[in-house]
């Protein structure tokens, strides 16, 4: 059992990566863009009036969800003089000259490839000449400087980190220095100085642009949005919402309670009553009960539970008052003032609705199941045997059939989890209730992408658990799976 | 490993009892089905559905189904302007409006063949089908040989068409200026073929509405005013036309359209059963007629049904019978593709896939597409079960020792005995991408161009109107009620221990 566990939970990593590439791709190869708080400015043709730290906040969004790289494969440690060039040349011709769609494309590769394009830049700057000359330097210049580090709100710097960025910022200073750039029309004597220098840099900071050809595989592979994203994932970070600048994971764990304590307890009477009335039913099987239930919960299943949620609302909370319209409680303000006791009995009487509206979706599909298990036992031999020594019905039902009877109800628990927290979206969205489901919602509504993929993977997650769950329920309830 | 076993829907095919030899395996399928009458009416509802999907532009259509006035004999705007793109904008419509016409001549061919030959339709009707179906096809591509699409001018220049054209000027000036105060404005519909008294009362409004357009803008004079001034023009010429007398115009049962908006404004609302018996279920906040947006909803419902499971039978069939049949690396992999599938709601795949479209994309096409790409699992697991039994079976054995291609094999000899669970699961899918659908279009994320049930239902959620909640809920009831029970009736039939 112990091994099998095991297994089983070695079995769910791969799965989970499987999981987050799937979800990820979907959403990285979609046309839709993500939005962030800034948008773009208008862009100039020169780059000498750009600054890599400037237009803040669109920077710190692309910088954040890794935008400004390739989506799979980063090739840009190859990127070869003539690209460049081209790219150079096309927003140097301007939005006039290169067309519209020429002019931006080429102004965004050059602003993303970043320090990846100062080694073409540079043995361009040593080959060019006259007014193009001066676009290269432009551009090495804009490329060169180490953009500020971003760290998330509420986050204080490492010693280390601190070490680095003062590091970073006096290169910065050397870089703009007036030594490091000529002015407008200045002649090929006094650029050659300044060509120099800039050779002379660039060889003393050999040692992060020559990379061996492994270095540019892993870079290649590393440096792309989905090798940010994962390599964040796996430190357990799951990145910031660009909307509200906090960290999705705290985002999702806030909500967690209130998703779950919806969850949980419909999920709860469900099975209980599924199973009660799957055993009611199979017991009394071809009886005008049985047909009533089956009828009744057939019509059930074919309502769907937006419908009834919103009849519901209206007819009990709007109509007769009994039942809050909305919201999970009273609001901060009311509940400060209530006990414990009080306040629990304020959240019940706020989710009851939502509880019976998350409950009804799922009562007919597992009762059906139910059912026919039970039917399928009670035909069997053992039962027959049970009977025939004398053991009074309650205890044949009860204590006999019901145990195996309920063998595909169990299986279904691990994949009625997603089912479950997939209807968790309408009814929050009806009921007003701040759980998973409308995170997922309104970071759609926002396209606020870390959000909605730590949503897709946290509810991936609680949904692997719950197939182990599953699992260990078989094994325990059947002895003889055997999982040496 | 997950081992959580595929809960098989139907048991093999090939355990048909051999008590009676001289019936194949669906003539008792069809028989035992017969016997189970919730689920005959399942399928008649669901057939009931399909035909008023098919001919809502009879119950519902702002346009006169015909037409008389002097000078113009007889006519019908209606037929005339079936596949006008003005008139129809969405193309699920015209798609529909090509199968209404084509099933009318089909039934007038089927009715002139059984007078003559005094019987049913034989051979002939497979190569009338097709034809009619590619006419279909075509028309509702733009292409169509019998009714063309009519270009704007002609419309304009058509006098039958010049109270419709006003409302259309009335529609566009509306939608340009909808921060005007101005109430009472008439709709689409309500233009068309009215008493002369009310055509040019209504052509007054429009005139002062006018008026008061160009001297609120007088430094700026925009189209719309000229619009408006062209509108009035032309329902006062209408008006003339109609005080001459010898015309009248039948009606479909409401004469308005889905898209109709009485001036998009919320005092154009009309809550349902009131005087105004035109509109029989009353209208939306944006004076849509409800009962006409309902209908029209059944032909988006049905087409992201079918549409929808169709993509994702063919995905879960060919993968699934891969996996079944070549077994060893290739089960495994497309079988780890659908524990991961498996573990993501697929509600929340499809939104979030939907939801990465940019709205203006975002058409019933993608949903559909969306539903397709997530849903295939189920299909899926049951072809791959159905494979992994019947390969190691004789007949498979023989057709690998005939040497037979693989994919011949597949889907020649194997693939035909994996049918009947796949049409179960697609019969309870086509229920499930419907629910799917219409809870799209509930949380906002569907296409907002067409006339969905969970839209209206979320608008009438929102406003707190009756009229608006039960209707759509009531349809998208009985639709999936009947396709469930068609369903559990398929699944009950072709169940060999159900039957005797």
């Given at each position: 059992m112990t091994t099998y566990l095991l297994r089983r939970l070695l079995l769910m990593v791969p799965t989970f990566l499987g999981i987050s590439v799937v979800i990820w791709l979907v959403m990285a190869l979609s046309p839709g863009k993500p939005t962030g708080a800034g948008g773009g400015g208008e862009m100039g043709a020169d780059p000498a009036q750009m600054d890599p730290n400037k237009d803040e906040s669109e920077r710190i969004f692309r910088e954040q969800f890794a935008l400004n790289r390739p989506v799979l494969w980063n090739g840009w440690t190859t990127l070869s003089d003539e690209e460049v060039l081209a790219a150079v040349e096309a927003v140097r011709g301007g939005v006039s000259g290169s067309g519209i769609e020429a002019f931006r494309r080429a102004r965004e590769s050059l602003t993303d490839w970043g320090r990846y394009a100062v080694p073409p830049l540079v043995r361009l700057l040593g080959r060019t000449e006259g007014e193009v000359q001066s676009a290269v330097l432009g551009w090495l210049r804009y490329a060169s400087l180490w953009p500020r580090s971003i760290y998330a709100a509420g986050v204080t710097p490492t010693d280390e980190e601190l070490e680095r960025d003062k590091r970073r910022l006096a290169e910065n200073e050397r870089l703009k220095a007036p030594g490091m750039q000529w002015p407008a029309g200045a002649t090929a004597a006094v650029r050659a100085p300044v060509v120099q220098r800039w050779q002379s840099w660039f060889d003393e900071g050999r040692a992060e642009w020559d990379l061996g050809a492994w270095a540019r595989v892993g870079r290649g592979l590393s440096d792309t949005q989905f090798g940010h994203y994962w390599g964040n994932l796996l430190r357990g970070d799951l990145g910031l919402s660009s909307i509200e600048r906090k960290p999705v994971g705290e985002m999702i764990t806030s909500r967690l309670k209130y998703s779950l304590s919806l969850a949980v307890p419909s999920f709860l009477i469900a099975w209980v009553l599924a199973v009660l009335l799957g055993v009611v039913s199979a017991t009394n099987h071809g009886k005008?009960?049985?047909?009533?239930?089956?009828?009744?919960?057939?019509?059930?299943?074919?309502?769907?539970?937006?419908?009834?949620?919103?009849?519901?609302?209206?007819?009990?909370?709007?109509?007769?008052?009994?039942?809050?319209?909305?919201?999970?409680?009273?609001?901060?303000?009311?509940?400060?003032?209530?006990?414990?006791?009080?306040?629990?009995?304020?959240?019940?009487?706020?989710?009851?609705?939502?509880?019976?509206?998350?409950?009804?979706?799922?009562?007919?599909?597992?009762?059906?199941?139910?059912?026919?298990?039970?039917?399928?036992v009670l035909k069997s031999d053992y039962v027959r045997t049970a009977r025939a020594k004398g053991l009074p019905e309650r205890q044949v039902v009860w204590r006999h059939a019901v145990r195996n009877g309920m063998m595909p109800v169990v299986t279904l628990l691990g994949t009625a989890l997603p089912v479950l927290l997939g209807g968790s979206v309408v009814i929050e969205y009806i009921f007003n209730i701040d759980g998973f489901g409308r995170l997922l919602l309104n970071s759609i509504y926002q396209k606020d992408y870390n959000v909605i993929m730590g949503v897709e993977l946290a509810v991936a997650a609680l949904t692997l658990v719950g197939m182990l769950i599953t699992d260990i329920l078989y094994a325990v309830m059947d002895p003889r799976i055997s999982y040496a | 490993m997950s081992a959580a076993p595929v809960p098989s829907t139907a048991a093999a095919p090939a355990?048909?009892?051999?008590?009676?030899?001289?019936?194949?395996?669906?003539?008792?399928?069809?028989?035992?089905?017969?016997?189970?009458?919730?689920?005959?009416?399942?399928?008649?509802?669901?057939?009931?559905?399909?035909?008023?999907?098919?001919?809502?532009?009879?119950?519902?259509?702002?346009?006169?189904?015909?037409?008389?006035?002097?000078?113009?004999?007889?006519?019908?705007?209606?037929?005339?302007?079936?596949?006008?793109?003005?008139?129809?904008?969405?193309?699920?419509?015209?798609?529909?409006?090509?199968?209404?016409?084509?099933?009318?001549?089909?039934?007038?061919?089927?009715?002139?063949?059984?007078?003559?030959?005094?019987r049913g339709p034989q051979r002939w009707v497979r190569p009338y089908a097709a034809a009619a179906g590619l006419l279909a096809v075509l028309q509702a591509l733009g292409w169509g040989p019998v009714v063309r699409s009519l270009p704007y001018e002609d419309f304009a220049r058509d006098p039958a068409r010049r109270e419709a054209l006003a409302g259309f000027a009335i529609d566009w000036a509306q939608r340009t200026l909808d921060a005007s105060p101005v109430a009472g404005l008439p709709g689409r519909g309500e233009?068309?073929?009215?008493?002369?008294?009310?055509?040019?009362?209504?052509?007054?409004?429009?005139?002062?509405?006018?008026?008061?357009?160009?001297?609120?803008?007088?430094?700026?004079?925009?189209?719309?005013?000229?619009?408006?001034?062209?509108?009035?023009?032309?329902?006062?010429?209408?008006?003339?036309?109609?005080?001459?007398?010898?015309?009248?115009?039948?009606?479909?049962?409401?004469?308005?359209?889905?898209?109709?908006?009485?001036?998009?404004r919320e005092e154009q609302f009309i809550p349902a059963f009131t005087a105004r018996t035109d509109h029989p279920l009353g209208t939306d906040l944006q004076g849509r007629d409800v009962f006409a947006r309902v209908l029209y909803g059944t032909r988006i419902s049905l087409t992201i049904g079918i549409v929808a499971v169709s993509i994702y039978v063919s995905i879960g069939t060919i993968l699934g019978a891969l996996a079944g049949y070549f077994g060893r690396r290739t089960d495994l992999v497309i079988m780890r593709l659908v524990e991961i599938m498996i573990c993501v709601p697929s509600l929340f795949l499809i939104m979030m896939i939907v939801a990465m479209t940019p709205a203006e994309q975002r058409s019933i096409f993608i949903i559909m597409l969306a539903i397709g790409i997530v849903s295939w699992t189920g299909v899926c697991r049951l072809v791959r079960g159905q494979f992994l039994r019947e390969r190691s079976l004789d007949y498979v054995t023989a057709a690998?020792?005939?040497?037979?291609?693989?994919?011949?094999?597949?889907?020649?000899?194997?693939?035909?005995?994996?049918?009947?669970?796949?049409?179960?699961?697609?019969?309870?899918?086509?229920?499930?991408?419907?629910?799917?659908?219409?809870?799209?279009?509930?949380?906002?994320?569907?296409?907002?161009?067409?006339?969905?049930?969970?839209?209206?239902?979320?608008?009438?959620?929102?406003?707190?109107?009756?009229?608006?909640?039960?209707?759509?809920?009531?349809?998208?009831?009985?639709?999936?009620?009947?396709?469930?029970?068609?369903g559990d009736g398929i699944r009950d039939a072709l169940d060999p221990k159900l039957r005797r």
């Open positions: 005008p009960l049985d047909h009533g239930i089956g009828v009744g919960l057939f019509l059930l299943y074919s309502i769907p539970v937006f419908a009834t949620a919103t009849v519901l609302q209206r007819i009990l909370a709007m109509e007769l008052k009994w039942f809050p319209v909305s919201n999970f409680d009273s609001g901060a303000a009311a509940t400060q003032a209530m006990t414990t006791w009080q306040e629990l009995k304020d959240i019940l009487w706020h989710i009851t609705l939502p509880i019976v509206c998350y409950t009804y979706g799922g009562l007919a599909y597992i009762s059906r199941q139910a059912r026919s298990g039970m039917l399928e | 355990a048909a009892p051999a008590a009676a030899p001289a019936q194949s395996q669906w003539a008792i399928v069809r028989r035992t089905f017969r016997r189970n009458r919730p689920a005959v009416w399942g399928l008649r509802v669901s057939l009931a559905l399909v035909v008023i999907a098919v001919a809502a532009p009879l119950l519902a259509c702002d346009v006169p189904l015909l037409w008389q006035a002097p000078g113009e004999g007889l006519r019908s705007p209606w037929l005339e302007r079936l596949f006008d793109v003005i008139t129809w904008e969405h193309g699920v419509d015209r798609f529909f409006n090509s199968l209404l016409v084509t099933s009318l001549l089909g039934g007038l061919g089927w009715l002139v063949t059984r007078l003559v030959r005094g233009a068309v073929a009215r008493e002369p008294q009310a055509l040019r009362a209504l052509a007054a409004r429009v005139r002062a509405w006018a008026q008061d357009k160009s001297e609120q803008e007088a430094s700026d004079p925009s189209d719309a005013a000229s619009a408006l001034a062209r509108a009035a023009d032309q329902l006062e010429e209408a008006a003339r036309g109609r005080a001459q007398g010898g015309w009248w115009a039948v009606h479909a049962l409401v004469p308005y359209g889905h898209g109709d908006q009485r001036g998009g690998r020792a005939m040497g037979l291609s693989h994919g011949r094999i597949i889907f020649r000899h194997v693939l035909p005995n994996a049918f009947a669970p796949v049409l179960v699961a697609a019969t309870f899918g086509v229920a499930g991408a419907i629910l799917a659908e219409n809870t799209l279009a509930f949380i906002g994320l569907g296409d907002i161009t067409v006339p969905s049930w969970g839209r209206i239902l979320d608008n009438g959620r929102d406003a707190g109107y009756w009229h608006l909640i039960l209707p759509p809920s009531v349809a998208i009831f009985i639709t999936v009620t009947a396709l469930n029970l068609v």
